[in-house]
C-alpha cells in the first residue's frame, strides 16, 4: 500500500468531485502562504529592526496609540477575502452534496471495526423467494490483539470494495453500534455512520487504482483497524467481477434449506463470530466485555435483568441474536444492535456457541 | 501611578506556613498559587501521556502498547490538559493572583466563593483520579453511543469534569462581580488593563455555557447508570444531539482558553516595547466580540456528522466571522511593536512566538471552516494540527510566558534569564518539529485518534515525535529553572520589568491586603516611552 501515494500533499484526486474541493483548498492554501509570509515578515522585521541591542542606551518610543483608517483597512480587507474562501467553501459543499439522480445505491454498514458493503446486485430463487446478494466486509484482522494499520497493509488477498469507473456510486451508510465515519480520501468525501440514521455520500471515480478507505470517528479498540481498500475497476472488468460473483452466488442459492453436519456448521460459526464482530463485545476466555462473555454459555443458567432464571439453550440464543433486547442479562448494559444475519449463520453460530459448552 | 509603595515593615502574603494555613485562606493570591501547582501538575502528567503516545507513534506497528492502552492514553491526555489544565489555567491561576491587584483591590468580590471554587476544583480532580483504576477510553469528547456502551470508567470521568464546570462556573461568577463592583476610584472601564478585559470576556462565556455541558454530561451518566435513552438510538435517544450539546459548550471553551492569552500578550508587549498598546479599545471590543460570537459557531465539529448542507453552509459563514476580530487583534499587536524599543527576555520571546504561532493556527483555521474543504479534513491530523497550534501555541505559550513575566511579583524572586531564553528555543523549535508534520499528515489524510497508520504516514510521524521529546525537554528545565529560582533567585525588586499596571507599584512579593492604602487611578496603564512633559499632562 506504501507505492499508492507519498503522504506529502493532498492524496490523488480520484473522484469527479475532487477538483472542485482542491481548487477551493489551494485557493485558501496559497492566500494563507500570502498572508503568513506578510504578517510573519512584518513581525520579524519589526523584532529585527527595533530590538534593543546590548548596552544601548534607552530611546525615545513614538506615542501611538490608534490610527482609525489604518485599523478599518484591516479589519476591511481581511473580511473580503475571508468572504471569498467562504465562497469557494461553498461551492465545494454544493458539489460534494449535489447527488445525481442516475447512481447506483449501495448500503454500507459500519460496525467495530470493519465495514459491509451490500451490493444491490441479487439473485433470487422464485420457487422459494429466497434472495442473495453481492456482499462484502473489510476484515477484523487479529481480534484478540487489535488490528492495525499495519497489518491491513500486509494482508494478502483483502476484501476490495470494487467499483466501476465514470459511474455515480451513492453509498447510503448505515451503523450497527456506534458512530463511525467514512472516508475515502482519494474521493474527498468523509461521511458519519450514525447508528438509527441513513446518511449518504456520493462519488464518481475517475482514476483507476486501489484507495484507501479509513474511519475517522473514533470508535473504541481497533478504530485504527477499521479500514479496508476502495478498487476502481474499469467498467467491463467491474461487469465481469459482478456476473462471476453472481453465479457463485447462485451456487449458494441451490444449498439454502439442505441441511448441514455440525462440523460444518461449527466452522461457518467460529468464521461468523469474528466476520460478524461479535468478538467486539463478547470474549471467549471469560473475560467481560461491553456484552457477557459466551464461552461455556450453552446449558448455563442465567440471571435476567428482571429477576428471572433461564437456562441457556438454542431458542434463547436465536433470539438473543436476533432481537438482543428481548431479554438482557442481569448486570450488562440494554446495548446490543440487532444482527444483521441470516437464518444459516444464526443456525451456524448458534452451533459454534454449543461447542463452546465445555 | 505609583501610590502604594510600603512605608513600614510589610507583611508578605507569602509569611504564614503549613498547608493548613493555604488551604483555609481565602487570599485571592494564595488561591491563585494552590491553582497554580495544581494545574502545572496536571500539564506535567497530560504531558508525560503525550510523549508516550508519541513513543508509539514514532514508528508504525505496535511497539510498546496495545491499541486499548493507547486510546486510554489518548483520552486521559485529552481530558486533563483540557478539562484539570487548560480552562482554569490562566484564569484561575493569574486571574486570581493579578486581577484583583490589577483593579486596584483587596481581593475577589466573594473570597469565601473563591475558596470554595478551589475546593470544588479539588473535588473534581479526586474524581477523576478515582477512575484512574479503569480509565475510560472515550477521547475526551465522549460521545456516545460509544461512551454509553464501554466497559470503562466513562462515569467517573464525567462526574469529575461536571464538578470541575462548577468550580469554573463559581470563579467565572466571582470575577464578573468583581470587575464590575471592585474597581478602584478613577478605574473606569477604558482604564482597566487589557488582561482584565480578556478575563472578563472568558469569565462571561464559562458562566454561559459551562452549563450546558454539566447538563450533557449529567443526562450521559443518567443514559448509562438507569438506562434512560437519550443519546443511544437503541433507547430512543439520538447521538448527534449529544454532538450539538458538547459542542454548545466546547468550542465556546476554547476561546475560554485563548482569550486569557491573550490578555497576557496585551500586558507584556508594551512593557517590552516600551511602547503603548496599540489599538486599546479594539483589542478590548474584539475579546468581547469573540466571545459573543463564539456561542453560534460550535456545529462546524457536525458537518460531515449528518448536519444539514443549509446549515452547515450558515455555520461556516459563521465560523468565518470569528476570524475578523482575531485578526484585528494580531495587527494591533504588531503595530505594538513598530518603532518600539523591543527588549527579548523571556516573556517577550514566548510572546512574540505565541503571535508567530497563533497567525499560523488562525490560518489553519481557514480551510476547516471552509465548509467544503472541511469535509476532506475532519478528523484528521490536520485538526490536530491547527488545534495544537491555537491552545499549545498559544494557551500554555503564554502560560509560561506568565510564569516568566510575575514570577517576580508572586514569589519575589529572580529566575535565571539565560536558562529560561534557552530553554525557549527548545519548545519553539520542538513545537513546530511536532505539529507542522501533523498538517502535512493530516492534508494526506491520516486520520486521527489512531494507535497504528499506514506505512507512507511513518517519516512524517518519526519528525513529530522527535519534535514532541524536544518540546517535552523544553517544557521540563523551563519549570525546573523557575523552581531553582526559589531557593537560589536573586530576590526582585517590585517593579523589575518598568510595567505600569497596578501589580508592579506594590511590594514583591505583595502584602495580605495588596495596598496599603487604594489607590485612585487617574490613566490607562499603558503610557510607555514617551517624554517626561507629555507622561505629567497625561497624569
Given amino acids: ?358 | 501611578m505609583a501610590h502604594a509603595v510600603a512605608e513600614h515593615a510589610p507583611v508578605s502574603y507569602l509569611e504564614k506556613k503549613g498547608i493548613l494555613s493555604w488551604l483555609s485562606s481565602v487570599d485571592h493570591k494564595r488561591i491563585g498559587i494552590l491553582y497554580l501547582i495544581t494545574t502545572m501538575s496536571a500539564f506535567l502528567v497530560g504531558g508525560v501521556f503525550a510523549l508516550l503516545m508519541r513513543a508509539e507513534l514514532a514508528r508504525p506497528g505496535m511497539q510498546f502498547m496495545d491499541p486499548q492502552t493507547y486510546n486510554v492514553l489518548m483520552t486521559l491526555h485529552g481530558s486533563i490538559m483540557i478539562f484539570l489544565f487548560i480552562v482554569p489555567g490562566i484564569v484561575a491561576t493569574f486571574g486570581n493572583f493579578v486581577l484583583p491587584i490589577q483593579i486596584g483591590a483587596r481581593d475577589v468580590a466573594f473570597p469565601v466563593l473563591n475558596r470554595f471554587s478551589f475546593q470544588v476544583y479539588l473535588a473534581g480532580l479526586f474524581i477523576i483520579a478515582l477512575g484512574l483504576a479503569n480509565p475510560a477510553d472515550t477521547g475526551w469528547t465522549f460521545y456516545p453511543p460509544y461512551s454509553s456502551t464501554t466497559d470503562t470508567n466513562v462515569i467517573t470521568l464525567t462526574l469529575g469534569a461536571f464538578v470541575l464546570g462548577f468550580s469554573s462556573i463559581l470563579t467565572g461568577i466571582n470575577f464578573i462581580v468583581t470587575v464590575h463592583k471592585m474597581r478602584a476610584p478613577g478605574m473606569t472601564w477604558y482604564r482597566l488593563p487589557l488582561f482584565v478585559w480578556a478575563i472578563y470576556s472568558a469569565s462571561l462565556i464559562q458562566v454561559i455555557a459551562t452549563p450546558v455541558v454539566g447538563i450533557s454530561l449529567i443526562l450521559l451518566v443518567a443514559e448509562r447508570v438507569f438506562g434512560v435513552g437519550f443519546f443511544t438510538p437503541a433507547l430512543g435517544g439520538d447521538p448527534v444531539l449529544f454532538q450539538h450539546f458538547f459542542w454548545f459548550y466546547s468550542h465556546p471553551v476554547v476561546y475560554i482558553m485563548i482569550l486569557p492569552a491573550m490578555g497576557v500578550v496585551s500586558e507584556i508587549l508594551p512593557v517590552f516595547s516600551r511602547k503603548p498598546i496599540f489599538g486599546y479599545k479594539a483589542i478590548a471590543w474584539s475579546s468581547v466580540a469573540i466571545a459573543a460570537v463564539s456561542f453560534v459557531v460550535w456545529a462546524h465539529h457536525l458537518f460531515v456528522s449528518s448536519l444539514s448542507t443549509t446549515a452547515g453552509i450558515v455555520f461556516s459563514f459563521l465560523t468565518f466571522t470569528v476570524a475578523v476580530p482575531t485578526a484585528i487583534k494580531v495587527f494591533n499587536w504588531l503595530a505594538t511593536l513598530y518603532k518600539g524599543q523591543i527588549e527579548l527576555k523571556t516573556p517577550m520571546l514566548y510572546s512574540l512566538a505565541f503571535i508567530f504561532l497563533f497567525i499560523i493556527g488562525g490560518l489553519t483555521g481557514l480551510p476547516l471552516a471552509m465548509i467544503g474543504v472541511d469535509v476532506h479534513l475532519h478528523d484528521t491530523y490536520f485538526v490536530v494540527g491547527h488545534f495544537h497550534y491555537t491552545i499549545q501555541g498559544g494557551t500554555v505559550l503564554m502560560m509560561i510566558a506568565a510564569l516568566h513575566y510575575w514570577w517576580p511579583k508572586i514569589t519575589g524572586r529572580m529566575y535565571n534569564e539565560k536558562v529560561a531564553a534557552f530553554m525557549f528555543w527548545f519548545v519553539f523549535i520542538g513545537f513546530n518539529l511536532t505539529f507542522i508534520p501533523q498538517f502535512i499528515l493530516g492534508i494526506g489524510g491520516m486520520p486521527r485518534r489512531y494507535a497504528d497508520y499506514l506505512p507512507e504516514f511513518a517519516p512524517l510521524h518519526l519528525i513529530s515525535s522527535i519534535g514532541a521529546y524536544t518540546l517535552g525537554i523544553g517544557y521540563f528545565v523551563t519549570i525546573l529553572n523557575l523552581l531553582i529560582s526559589l531557593k537560589k533567585g536573586e530576590k526582585a525588586p517590585a517593579n523589575p520589568w518598568r510595567a505600569n499596571t497596578l501589580e508592579w507599584q506594590i511590594e514583591s512579593p505583595p502584602t495580605e491586603h495588596n495596598f496599603h492604602e487604594i489607590p485612585t487611578i487617574t490613566s490607562w496603564p499603558y503610557d510607555y516611552g514617551q517624554k517626561e512633559e507629555r507622561k505629567k499632562e497625561s497624569l
Avoid at chain 1, 438454542?314 to 438482557?328: F, G, V
Wanted: hydrophobic share 40%; glycine share 6%; aromatic share 10%.
Fill in chain 1, 1 to 358: 500500500m506504501s507505492d499508492i501515494y507519498p503522504a506529502l500533499v493532498l492524496p490523488p484526486s480520484a473522484s469527479s468531485s475532487a477538483p472542485v474541493v482542491d481548487f477551493a483548498f489551494w485557493l485558501v492554501m496559497i492566500i494563507s502562504i500570502l498572508a503568513f509570509l506578510v504578517v510573519e515578515g512584518v513581525l520579524i522585521y519589526f523584532v529585527v529592526r527595533y530590538r534593543r541591542r546590548k548596552n544601548e542606551a534607552e530611546r525615545e518610543t513614538p506615542h501611538l496609540t490608534h490610527n482609525t483608517t489604518l485599523e478599518i483597512i484591516w479589519t476591511i480587507v481581511p473580511s473580503l477575502i475571508l468572504l471569498v474562501l467562504f465562497y469557494y467553501g461553498y461551492v465545494a459543499i454544493k458539489e460534494l452534496r449535489n447527488f445525481p439522480q442516475d447512481s447506483e445505491v449501495i448500503r454500507v454498514v459500519g460496525q467495530k471495526w470493519f465495514w459491509n458493503f451490500y451490493y444491490p446486485y441479487c439473485v433470487e430463487d422464485q420457487a422459494s423467494g429466497k434472495k442473495l446478494c453481492i456482499s462484502g466486509n473489510t476484515e477484523n484482522i487479529n481480534p484478540e490483539k487489535g488490528s492495525g494499520q499495519t497489518q491491513l497493509a500486509k494482508q494478502e488477498n483483502q476484501f476490495l470494495f470494487r467499483i466501476p469507473k465514470g459511474r455515480n456510486i451513492t453509498l447510503q451508510i448505515e451503523s450497527q453500534d456506534v458512530i463511525h465515519s467514512l472516508y475515502i480520501p482519494a474521493f474527498r468525501v468523509k461521511q458519519d455512520a450514525v447508528p438509527g440514521l441513513k446518511t449518504r455520500l456520493w462519488f464518481q471515480a475517475t482514476e483507476l487504482g486501489e484507495f484507501p478507505i479509513f474511519c475517522t470517528e473514533y470508535c473504541g479498540k481497533d478504530h485504527a483497524g477499521m479500514a479496508g481498500k476502495v478498487l476502481v475497476m474499469e467498467p467491463v472488468a467491474f461487469e465481469q467481477w459482478k456476473e462471476a460473483e453472481l453465479a457463485k452466488l447462485r451456487e449458494k442459492l441451490k444449498t439454502i434449506g439442505q441441511v448441514k453436519d455440525e462440523a460444518t456448521l461449527i466452522a461457518e460459526g467460529t468464521r461468523l463470530f469474528t466476520a460478524k464482530g461479535c468478538n467486539a463485545c463478547h470474549g471467549l476466555q471469560g473475560n467481560r466485555l461491553v456484552g457477557p462473555p459466551l464461552n461455556g454459555i450453552y446449558g448455563k443458567q442465567e440471571e435476567m435483568q428482571d429477576g428471572s432464571k433461564l437456562t441457556v439453550d438454542d431458542a434463547y440464543l436465536k433470539e438473543s441474536i436476533l432481537k438482543p433486547m428481548a431479554k438482557i442479562v442481569k448486570g450488562y448494559p440494554p446495548a446490543m444492535p440487532p444482527q444483521n444475519v441470516t437464518e444459516d449463520e444464526v443456525e451456524a453460530l448458534v452451533a459454534f456457541l454449543r461447542s463452546l459448552k465445555n
